[in-house]
């Protein structure tokens, strides 16, 4: 079974610029997340997606950060403009059910720098 | 305000020793109770996972306790192994909106 993977892995962008990160969670999982670590600071949650629904996007920072995922199956993270704070590595988890308590696998995350 | 606090920040230990992990969380309502290995680079891969009725949960060389009055857990590892090296991150769900609560992890790293 493939894992969870996102793309790019690295991406280095100047200031006030666009990226769109990726994520593919593996087949058959509705539960789709979004996490940040911030250089130095614990893991803080983003988003949840069930499906192509967002079921809590309550961490969000601001909106500059849009995230899709059009027909329930890959997600993107948007970040426009970006700016030197957002910085850190942004990782994808998906689960089968809800409270994720047959599991959360995790993506191996995508480092943002932005400079 | 929930909140994982983790301890030590770091710890070094030679291979084959063993070692004890800290977690106290403030949480609430709480679901369960969630240890992860990070290595570099990597996202985290779960060790175990424990709710409010279990107090002690194994995984090969890793055993997690929880004290669910006191709302503590600790993470040990036996006879460590070179491979351990990595961060070790205790996370807490909340039962009210299945959102994890992260510490911020224990590096350790082991010394031949």
């Known amino acids: 079974e493939a894992g969870v993977t996102q793309f790019p892995s690295h991406s280095v962008i100047e200031k006030g610029q666009t990226v769109t990160l990726r994520c593919d969670p593996i087949?058959?999982?509705?539960?789709l997340y979004w996490y940040r670590r911030v250089m130095g600071k614990e893991i803080k949650f983003l988003l949840h997606f069930v499906k192509e629904s967002k079921q809590d996007e309550s961490g969000m920072p601001n909106n500059r950060f849009l995230a899709e995922r059009t027909g329930g199956t890959y997600s993107t993270l948007k970040v426009q403009p970006a700016e030197l704070e957002d910085s850190g590595v942004y990782f994808c988890?998906?689960?089968?059910?809800?409270?994720?308590?047959?599991?959360?696998?995790f993506g191996s995350g995508t480092r943002l720098t932005v400079v | 305000k929930n909140q994982v606090e983790q301890s030590p920040q770091s710890l070094i230990i030679l291979e084959g020793k063993n070692c004890t992990l800290q977690c106290n969380y403030t949480v609430s309502p709480f679901s369960n109770l969630r240890w992860y290995k990070q290595d570099t680079g990597r996202g985290p891969v779960s060790l175990t996972i424990?709710?409010?009725s279990e107090n002690t949960k194994s995984n090969g060389r890793y055993t997690a306790t929880l004290d669910a009055d006191t709302k503590q857990s600790s993470l040990h590892i036996t006879a460590s192994q070179l491979s351990d090296s990595a961060s070790y991150i205790c996370?807490?769900?909340?039962?009210?909106?299945?959102?994890?609560?992260w510490g911020a992890g224990t590096k350790l790293i082991i010394k031949p």
């Open positions: 996370v807490v769900s909340a039962d009210s909106n299945y959102q994890l609560i």
């Open positions: 424990m709710t409010f």
């Open positions: 087949s058959g999982h509705d539960n």
């Open positions: 988890a998906s689960s089968q059910d809800l409270a994720g308590r047959r599991g959360y696998t």
